[in-house]
């Protein structure tokens, strides 16, 4: 599994924008004086979803995003890059209506909120980002109680969320379902997806039962490249979808919350309720405007290039790789000693970083940094002999 503390020793903090704070590289201690600094904009990452930018360079990257467009400009979320990306989110996701959100977690408290009304219980995976990494904020904001199930991103999703159900009827008291949350990638069990069959089966359920469904899909475009992946049709059985802005479409910070129109305006009130009507939203939105062009296209020739890299190193002497059940940009590979041993010392001098093996096993993540260098070249670093 994944830990966000697992992603040390990358780079400087001051050297990266705020599109890469919460990214895995800004939590880096500072290089000693003797290493040679790193060229951040020449970087492979092999951590992280999105790619490391130095903060001196934020205004040049907001100006090529705006380009010149005197329409930028909203107020307090309304019209300007603002209007548009929600505008280019309802399109892509397939729903009429979307809503730029300042956090991730407060898209995701406002959906299930007007999802559950007075239904005052929330069917989560137990992993998901809503009941490991949101404190208690759906039952102190909105009472609502969560009820954690088993399943991951399985088959077994189904039978979970059907014995919810059943149980409930069984109860004097019944407990009263008022949505399912699931989140696909699941950052805790290393990006792994669930398949459209299985969420399609889920929804049936919670149809008969009246119960809403969300999406945390805060990584769903990193499924760009996944046989049969298409984000309209992965969206279709949810009435709420989520999207990050941040993680991998270089925004500074911000996210997109999509559904009808009725909830939408619904949720558009109780962000202001939250206190979430910043008063200009553009520079995030302008800078994920432009990171969503051709994007699905760009992470297809990432996840080819990962796919290509995991074959070499499979090859390899002293590697084997495990791969992650429906995985969506994450692999681990299994290094022998001899292999771990000076790894990142041999990556860093070839300008790439790697996160530091745990007991041999090294999670690789792939992210758009994959395309700066040949694979022969990435896969030259794992040599404990130095040749690839």
Known sequence: MVSRREFLQAVPIGALSLAAAAHPLALAAAPAPAEKPLAVEKIVALVGDDVPVRSMYLPQRLEAAIAGNAEVGDLYLHDGAVGALEKRFAELLGKEDAAFMPTGTMANQIAVRILCGDRRHLLLQKESHVYRDEEDATPVLSGINPVPIDGGTSEALVASVQAAFNQR??????MEVGAISLESPVRRLDGSTTALDTILRIADIAKKNGTGMHLDGARLLLMSGMEGFDPKTYAVPFDTVYVSLYKYLGAPFGA?????????????????????????????????LHGLD????????????????LAKLAG???IRIERVDRGSNIAIAILDAKVADGLRERARSADIVVGKPDNGRLHLTFNETLLRKPTATIAKVFAADGVG
């Open 169 to 174: 009827s069984k109860d004097p008291y019944p």
């Open 256 to 288: 997109i919350l999509a559904g009808d129109k009725a909830r939408i305006d619904r949720a558009r009130h109780v962000r202001h309720i939250f206190g979430g009507t910043i008063f200009r939203g553009y520079p995030a939105a302008a800078l994920a």
């Open 316 to 318: 390899m002497p002293g």
């Open 294 to 309: 051709h994007f699905g296209e760009r992470f297809a020739r990432v996840r080819a290039a990962g796919e290509a890299l």
